[in-house]
């Protein structure tokens, strides 16, 4: 390092020559006579240009197309001059007196323009190579990362890792960081050398140090939120809008080391670009906010505009320890409201009111960083931009029936028979018979009753379950997003109960199963007004909330577990798409041109959702009383004896249906149903029924066969001894003393045989002929 150099990073170390202050000023407030502005204060763009207030966000400098405060220092030779010949008044020749720098934190454009500050007004030049200095920060500040060099080996990154092992406890920073600066000032001279460091100028620890940082950050991506949004391109509600790739994290690396992993990380993101936007939030211990910093890469399309106002909206008029937030003069002419900390935008200074960052209030934020990562998630959804024309959903819940006939008592409340056998058309005629209502004798029947714009059903199957379900339909255009939430409320809410046909109904109706409606629905999708729809895990996240009824929310995404268990099919043209749940399920039908169709009712694939519901819980109801059978039969020792005649029937019966084997000569039909016994496991369940079954009568079996054994055990030996001694008895006496009629001992012994035999084998025959003929 040159003399110079040597003497400047002194002069800023010198407590007596140089006060440091990172005090923020307020709004409006100037430098006084001995003091600088670095890259901090505000100023309205009214005023005239300030000659010691160096901070390129201000107007008079963002008119003159600065890109960073080191760029601003470099066009103050004069000012800095002027300043330096009143710092040398009343001093010895060569020093300067004490003047104060009022500067920002810590940043890599702070520090640099320090340094340059010092040496200008130390030696009146600037040093070599401050040109490619300036333009290289100036990318940095613009965040043009793709410019800025190898992560490894460039100067704002060997900056940041010096900074993060050398940290300050004062407002002034230490001397390891000074000289490293000084280091590279003094040999680097090109721009190309400052995004790629000579080797020797990079301390051993510090390159250790950046090495590790790309492991870190492996490390915090797999605990981070990935997804998609929609960055607005202008300000119209309506406007146009680009996709990005975003990046929820939360860690302790520093905000620039993330920034510049995550933005050039193509192999983690969806479209292959790096992660275009993220909002990351950095806990730091030994203060007590939390940090917060939102941005968007600013060398693409896109802004916040609006964002910082609207957290401050969500933020309250509270501050974090619960006090009322302060009103006062705008720093920015642009800020959207008087709060004298509000959330940082760097579009409320900018002149043409672009923003690509916003961060957290000076004060600190009564919002969690889930909080603030959901507000920026409902903000730029993709889902707003998907435009559903038309709608018709269908919320269904299984009960078990505990009241009167089921047939009468909905008759009696005005309920009246349906019959859905004209949409089956593409149904076997066993299905259509058994599960459509279009006989009498039908295994289901169903009942309906509109009221108020919906429509609702009551369908009885076998075993006393009922299924409840409503037909909500929508013909006014909505959003994706929209729609899926106010799905998600009425599947979670109570509003359907209030349904006046639905009020006297629950004193008969014992729940069974989730306590929340399932879902299906079929949705006209307008692919020519709506954003891309591709495989992206927002896009896809989207979609599986409509098919399953869950709030759209960034904790609901859908997890890995849950996109490998849906089941997606497309229809043969390719234009309709069907999402298959566990709760539910979605028809998406895309329209390339909104032309007319006919009206979306309830169809084929709404009864494919009926009858496999009817089915899954038909077997979970026959498995439970199943085993309340066997529980019974084990616990007392007399049961067995007794058939469990209906349980045995109701199985018999769902085994045996054609329900279970194929319903339709159509291929996309009969894989749908397919795919809804796939989710719901009742192949599985057919099978450990049959299986339930088969144990059941088997131990059935076990238990007749042991008390036969018991019977044969008992009186087997008392006959034996019985006609043993009354032979030995009466063989020397006559036949005629004590005994009534004409006979002997042995006669005695074959008559005991012969009341057991017919005792025994007759019990045992009898009670099998009941027992079959009750099966």
């Not at 759209?552 to 859908?558: D, K």
Request: glycine share 8%.
């Amino acid at each position: 390092m040159d003399a110079k150099l040597r003497q400047v990073v002194e002069f800023l170390m010198g407590e007596g020559q140089v006060e440091w202050t990172t005090d923020r000023p307020a709004p409006g407030v100037e430098p006084e006579a001995r003091e600088l502005f670095i890259s901090v204060g505000s100023r309205a763009e009214s005023l005239p240009p300030h000659p010691r207030m160096l901070a390129w966000k201000l107007p008079q400098w963002m008119r003159r197309s600065v890109r960073s405060t080191t760029g601003a220092v470099l066009l103050s030779a004069g000012e800095l001059d002027a300043l330096a010949g009143q710092l040398r008044e009343g001093q010895p020749e060569g020093s300067l007196g004490k003047f104060t720098l009022r500067v920002h934190e810590h940043t890599f454009d702070v520090i640099c323009a320090t340094l340059l500050v010092a040496y200008r007004l130390l030696h009146g030049a600037w040093p070599e190579g401050s040109d490619a200095l300036v333009e290289y920060l100036g990318e940095w500040e613009q965040g043009h990362t793709e410019t800025v060099g190898d992560y490894e080996r460039a100067f704002g990154t060997v900056f940041y890792a010096a900074l993060n092992l050398w940290p300050s406890e004062t407002a002034r920073p230490t001397r390891e960081v000074l000289e490293l600066m000084a280091s590279v000032m003094n040999v680097v001279r090109l721009r190309a050398e400052l995004a790629r460091l000579p080797e020797p100028l990079i301390p051993p620890v510090i390159s250790r140090r950046l090495k590790a940082d790309e492991r870190l950050y492996r490390a915090e991506l797999s605990r981070a939120q990935r997804v998609q949004l929609d960055i607005p391109l202008d300000g119209h509600e309506d406007g146009s809008v680009r996709r990005v790739d975003a990046l929820f994290l939360s860690s302790f690396q520093d905000v620039t080391v993330l920034r510049l992993l995550a933005r050039s990380d193509t192999g983690n993101t969806h479209y292959g670009q790096g992660f275009d936007f993220m909002a990351v939030h950095i806990s730091r211990l030994e203060q007590s906010r939390p940090w917060h910093v939102i941005s968007l890469t600013p060398e693409r399309a896109g802004s916040l505009a609006d964002l910082a106002g609207t957290l401050d909206e969500l933020e309250g008029d509270k501050q974090p320890d619960g006090t009322p937030r302060k009103k006062g003069a705008r720093r920015f002419e642009r800020q959207p409201n008087d709060y004298s900390d509000p959330w940082y935008s760097d579009g409320y200074a900018s002149p043409v009111g672009r923003s690509t960052m916003v961060a957290v209030p000076y004060s600190g934020t009564r919002l969690s960083r889930r909080e603030l990562w959901q507000a920026i998630w409902d903000r730029f959804n993709v889902g707003r931009h998907v435009h559903v024309l038309r709608a018709h959903t269908v919320f269904a819940r299984p009960f078990l029936w505990r009241g009167p006939a089921p047939d009468i008592e909905l008759v009696s409340r005005g309920f009246r028979r349906s019959d859905f056998s004209p949409q089956g058309s593409s149904f076997h005629p066993a299905v259509v018979n058994s599960f459509l209502g279009s006989t009498q004798e039908a295994d289901v029947t169903h009942y309906e009753k509109p009221t108020d714009g919906h429509t609702l059903h009551v369908s009885v199957y076998p075993n006393r379950l009922v299924v409840v379900w409503i037909e909500r339909p929508r013909k006014t255009p909505t959003s994706m997003y929209a729609l899926a939430q106010e799905q998600a409320a009425l599947a979670e809410g109570k509003e359907l109960w209030e349904l006046e046909p639905l009020r006297g109904l629950p004193p008969w109706l014992a729940p069974l199963g989730p306590e929340r409606w399932l879902v299906y629905g079929s949705y006209r999708i307008s692919r020519g007004r709506s954003s891309m729809l591709d495989d992206s895990r927002s896009m896809q996240g989207l979609f599986h909330a409509i098919a399953s009824g869950t709030e759209p929310t960034l904790e609901r995404l859908p997890s890995e577990a849950a996109s490998e268990s849906r089941r997606v099919l497309r229809d043969a043209a390719g234009e309709t798409e069907h999402w298959l749940t566990s709760t539910g399920g979605a028809r998406l039908e895309f329209l390339i041109e909104e032309e007319e169709r006919g009206p979306l009712a309830c169809d084929r694939d709404v009864l494919l959702f009926l009858l496999t519901i009817g089915q899954r819980y038909s077997a979970f109801e026959t498995s439970r009383r199943m085993a309340e059978v066997e529980q019974r039969y084990r616990t007392s020792r007399w049961q067995s004896l007794r058939p469990a005649r209906s349980v045995r029937s109701d199985v018999m019966l769902f085994t045996n249906s054609l329900w279970h084997t194929r319903v339709s000569e159509d291929p996309d039909v009969n894989a749908r149903y397919l795919s809804w016994h796939s989710l719901h496991g009742l192949q599985e369940t057919v099978e450990a029924m049959k299986d339930q079954a088969a144990e059941l009568d088997q131990y059935k079996r076990d238990q007749f066969d042991r008390m036969v054994g018991i019977l044969v055990f008992v009186f087997l030996p008392v006959s034996l001894a019985c006609g043993f001694f009354s032979g030995a008895q009466f063989q020397e006496m006559s036949p005629s003393v004590g005994i009534p009629g004409n006979t002997s001992g042995w006669l005695i012994f074959l008559g005991y045989t012969a009341a057991f035999t017919v005792l025994v084998f007759g019990t045992v025959f009898l009670a099998r002929v009941m027992s079959w003929r009750r099966r």
